[in-house]
């Protein structure tokens, strides 16, 4: 079935004018749009951009018919989305950011079921399959239950599940949060694929602004409102000879210069770029002296969001991370590790999930484990807490064995899990009481210990929401306050900034640098690439075991050849696991 030529007689895809959309919250109104006015071009990519809350999903539902706006107007494909609703949503296909896969259904099952409720005829869905299975990359395992799909596969079999009828308009609300860079990738070229082929228009959000690059035209949105908009090239031009970078060597030194830079006199943002600090100076300060050396550098799109946002975001604060070493039982020994990994593995029945790793962590270090979805990763980090058993191998953690004595370990452990755990229908605030009491905290200690968490993580605003409400970023937001506040000796963050924007993500590391410096042993996993870099060592996993261990130079040197010399860590990521499957498969 072709796409409708009905669109391209439209100037316009979608067209929003002075549109405003508020929500009841207690007895007042929250505005969660105002004003907004922008279009799409027909067979174009437009990237909805803007930190937590900035009204992004808001404007999608309205887009597609599910919301009325209270003032304005809405015009898609030529019908008004407050008369005419199903008109729109017949030539629409959306995907939100928690999409309804049915986990207990097979692939197959999934597809069958989202072709009937959008009226697909059964004569056509054979080859219609066929070729959603191929772009995916699904094929394989049509016969396979979709809660057993790794995370880039659910959100591919979501793709593919909202197209089994090809739409005129496609909408995808965070596509690619919690998806590895290969699949990331994958996403990606199935999108170009179809507004090359089928000439589709898609409108877009994404907090990975490499990915706003790739879009034909860019919405910014903060705090309900337009802050900006045009092509990537045009915000470009805002920072054009502001941007520069730092040259340093050694890994021990990069997240402390890194501090160091943020801090200076006219920098409006400085981060860990490979063997460089990458900086961005404001428009009064031009030419910042440092007393190392800096060279001029192309400017990207995120040079420009920071750029924006970063006199306007009032929702983080500055206040510190308090000092909880004199809380440590002792002084750690810094040669001693405080995780000792040996021949560790996990099965489920004949499956091994993780298989025969070694490693070990010291004290102050942070250690990040990488790999693609499905690779073991929160499978290690379930046993590593001593939430999942062992099925062999040696696990020590703070000193005890974890095969014997768990809950000797778990009071000096904090963990974030990769999927949001807490208590939905219960309030941020009274998940911060529930886990600062399950962690031991009383009294005025813990009193204090929730004030400062809903200060230092900017949650006092939604203190009284349920939890399940809040925008995705919050969410991760309240998973880190909870996993924190008592005081932990080991951290073990599972992808904790998925799905945040970039400034909480800066605000976020610079939380974990502290503790590191208390000697707070820390344990991440990310699908962030560039926050790779700041760890002092990695390890990267694949298929239950791991490719290989070291600092984030040393994995960039493993990927390094004659036409890539200087891989930044991604390109290397990227490199190692597809070698890595190429050898499997030849094996």
């Excluded at 004003?35 to 539902?61: H, N, Q, Y």
């Excluded at 496609?170 to 990606?188: A, F, I, K, M, Q």
């Excluded at 009064?284 to 001029?296: A, R, S």
Aim: contains cysteine; proline residues 5%; charged residues 25%.
């Amino acid at each position: 079935m072709e796409v409708s030529a009905k669109s391209l007689e439209h100037p316009q895809a979608v067209v929003f004018e002075t549109v405003s959309k508020s929500f009841k919250k207690a007895a007042s109104a929250v505005a969660a749009l105002h004003e907004v006015s922008f279009s799409v071009a027909p067979g174009s990519i437009t990237g909805l951009i803007g930190p937590d809350a900035a009204g992004k999903s808001t404007l999608m539902r309205l887009a597609t018919g599910l919301l009325v706006p209270d003032s304005g107007t809405i015009t898609v494909l030529g019908h008004d989305a407050v008369a005419e609703p199903l008109q729109i949503q017949t030539r629409v296909g959306y995907m939100p950011q928690r999409f309804g896969l049915y986990e207990d259904l097979t692939t197959q099952e999934n597809l069958d079921l989202y072709a009937d409720l959008q009226g697909v005829r059964p004569e056509d869905r054979p080859p219609r399959y066929d070729e959603l299975m191929r772009m995916t990359g699904l094929g394989d395992f049509r016969k396979r239950l979709a809660g057993r799909l790794s995370g880039g596969m659910k959100q591919k079999l979501g793709l593919a599940c909202t197209l089994v009828r090809y739409p005129e308009l496609l909408v995808l609300d965070e596509p690619t949060v919690g998806v590895d860079p290969l699949s990331r990738r994958e996403l990606w070229n199935i999108v170009y694929q179809l507004v090359r082929e089928q000439q589709m228009t898609v409108l877009l959000s994404t907090a990975y602004l490499d990915e706003a690059e790739n879009c034909d035209h860019i919405v910014m949105l903060y705090e309900g409102r337009v802050l900006g908009q045009g092509t990537p090239a045009d915000f470009k031009k805002k920072v054009e000879g502001r941007t520069y970078a730092a040259r340093i060597e050694g890994n021990d030194s990069k997240r402390s210069l890194q501090e160091k830079i943020s801090r200076a006199a006219g920098v409006v943002d400085a981060v860990i770029q490979g063997d460089s600090i990458r900086l961005l100076t404001d428009k009064t300060h031009p030419q910042t002296t440092f007393d190392f050396e800096i060279q001029p550098i192309l400017p990207r799109f995120e040079d420009s969001f920071i750029d924006m946002l970063s006199g306007l975001k009032t929702d983080e604060t500055t206040a510190p991370v308090p000092d909880w070493s004199d809380t440590i039982k002792k002084k750690p020994d810094l040669h001693k590790p405080v995780i000792h990994v040996q021949n560790l593995s996990r099965r489920f029945g004949d499956f091994y999930a993780v298989k025969d790793i070694s490693f070990e962590v010291y004290p102050g270090e942070i250690f990040g484990l990488l790999g693609a979805n499905g690779a073991g990763k929160s499978t290690t980090f379930r046993m590593l807490c001593g939430l999942l058993p062992v099925s062999s191998g040696t696990l020590y953690v703070a000193g005890a064995d974890l095969r014997h004595a768990a809950a000797a370990a778990r009071l000096r452990i904090g963990y974030m899990s990769q999927k949001f755990s807490l208590y939905g229908d219960l309030s941020v605030r009274q998940n911060l009481n529930f886990y600062s009491s399950a962690y031991g905290l009383q009294g005025k200690i813990q009193a204090e210990r929730i004030e400062w968490a809903l200060e230092e993580f900017g949650l006092h605003s939604m203190a009284d929401d349920n939890s399940i409400t809040l925008p995705l970023g919050f969410r991760q937001r309240l998973s880190m306050a909870c996993a924190v506040m008592h005081h932990p000796d080991i951290l073990f963050l599972d992808e904790p900034t998925s799905g945040v924007d970039p400034l909480a993500r800066r605000h976020f590391w610079s939380r974990i640098n502290t503790l590191a410096e208390q000697n707070v042993t820390i344990m991440v996993t990310t699908h962030f690439m560039e926050e790779a870099e700041y760890c002092n060592r990695l390890a990267i996993m694949a298929a239950g075991q791991i490719l290989t261990i070291g600092t984030p130079k040393e994995i960039r040197l493993q990927a390094a050849d004659r036409e890539h010399p200087d891989p930044t860590i991604e390109q290397a990521f990227i490199r190692l696991i597809e070698r890595e499957e190429s050898q499997r498969r030849t094996a």
